[in-house]
């Protein structure tokens, strides 16, 4: 089964400084990866995916993350932090039933990005 | 932007109680899941619906937990006597597809505190 490790429940930068949220993953296949994010009192959002292709994947507002299969790894990053960034982030993958091919999202326990002035 | 909705988004109750969650799905949408996460802890799966049938479900979805979709737009989830254990955050989720390269659009979340 897969399986997602955050580092960090808590990241704190300050405003216009790089944002770096780590998320390593355990995978026996190709993994499809995901960054999604939670503001307060909203729904996740998707913030970007990786799935094959090119392993750098930007996603929006401004957020890339890279694809580092050596590394078993899917950091996401944003050059320049902004006060709206503050948020909760979560690293997903993508997990097969054997069988019936139906997927699921195995989570991060997720990291709170602090953003101060 | 289509969205999924859920309702409520909070939501209080005695142990032993029935609680439905419900939700409202992107229309066009044909592949429906709840994920739940208790405080502190990760966004777990719990059940995946397709098809007017449970496709896939997690341990967690014991006799206690039932799916439906009763009118063609509603998804509900159902808990038939709540727990302290159930204390958690629920979240809707859809998708018109499923394979595993596509992302899935959630709902706000209904928080529901078992008391």
């Known amino acids: 089964a897969q399986s997602v490790t955050q580092l960090g429940s808590h990241v704190s930068v300050s405003e216009g400084a790089l944002v770096l949220l780590r998320c390593n993953y355990s995978?026996?296949?190709?993994?499809?990866l995901f960054w999604y994010v939670q503001y307060p009192n909203q729904g996740l959002q998707l913030l970007l995916k990786?799935?094959?292709?090119?392993?750098l994947v930007k996603g929006i507002n401004g957020f890339e993350a890279e694809f580092k299969k050596s590394e078993t790894s899917f950091h996401l990053t944003k050059p320049s932090a902004h006060m709206s960034d503050a948020a909760e982030y979560f690293c997903?993958?993508?997990?097969?039933?054997?069988?019936?091919?139906?997927?699921?999202?195995?989570f991060g326990t997720g990291t709170r990005l602090l953003v101060s002035p | 932007e289509p969205e999924v909705t859920q309702t409520p988004s909070h939501q209080v109750t005695q142990m032993g109680q029935e609680v439905i969650l419900r939700c409202v799905p992107i229309?066009?949408?044909?592949?429906f899941y709840w994920y739940r996460q208790i405080l502190g802890q990760k966004v777990e799966f719990l059940v995946s619906?397709?098809?007017?049938?449970?496709?896939?479900k997690s341990e967690i979805f014991d006799d206690q937990f039932s799916v439906e979709r009763p009118d063609g737009s509603n998804f509900t989830l159902k808990i038939r006597s709540t727990k302290l254990e159930d204390s958690a955050m629920y979240f809707c989720?859809?998708?018109?597809?499923?394979?595993?390269?596509?992302?899935?659009?959630f709902g706000s979340g209904t928080r529901l505190t078992v008391v």
């Open positions: 989720a859809s998708s018109d597809k499923w394979v595993p390269n596509y992302g899935y659009t």
């Open positions: 995978s026996s296949v190709p993994p499809y």
């Open positions: 990786y799935t094959t292709g090119a392993t």
């Open positions: 997903a993958v993508s997990d097969l039933f054997s069988g019936t091919g139906f997927q699921k999202l195995v």
């Open positions: 229309s066009n949408h044909l592949y």
């Open positions: 619906f397709y098809n007017n049938e449970i496709s896939e």
